[in-house]
Structures are given as C-alpha cells and as structure tokens.
C-alpha cells in the first residue's frame, strides 16, 4: 500500500485537498472533506495526523490526503 500519509507534515501543504477528522466527530471518525488553508501541526509528525485549518475555517486532523 503506497499511501500518502496524512501523519507527516512534509506531506501537506496548502491548497491540498484533503478528508479531516474534526474534534466532535473523532468519536464516529466522520470524515470532512476540503482544502487546506493553514497547517497547525508544527511537529514534523503526529500519530493521529497532522492538524490543518480549511478554507472553510473548519480544523482537524488529516486522515486522507486527496
């Protein structure tokens, strides 16, 4: 499986379209899809992926990127 990992930052940049998790719905793991704005992450990695602001205001963490 050659997938794009969401977990690390050198992955992601703005303008990628990209499925998050937002915080009230990591219970149910829904996932929102749309383009990131602002990469909040500094970490180079995090486990549970990286955290992004959308052009939409929304933010959560990367699950899939595309």
């Known amino acids: 499986m050659n997938e794009v990992s969401g ?3 050198g992955n992601i ?3 990628l379209a990209v499925s998050i998790v ?5 219970r149910t793991g ?3 899809k749309g ?6 992450t500094s970490a180079p990695k ?5 955290k992004v602001r959308l ?6 963490r990367v699950k ?3």
């Open 13 to 15: 940049h703005p303008g």
């Open 55 to 60: 052009v939409t205001g929304e933010v959560g």
């Open 22 to 26: 937002l915080k009230q719905d990591q």
């Open 35 to 40: 383009i990131v704005k602002d990469i909040l």
């Open 7 to 9: 977990t690390e930052r």
């Open 46 to 50: 995090h486990t549970h992926g990286i």
């Open 30 to 32: 829904k996932l929102t």
């Open 64 to 66: 899939i990127i595309g």
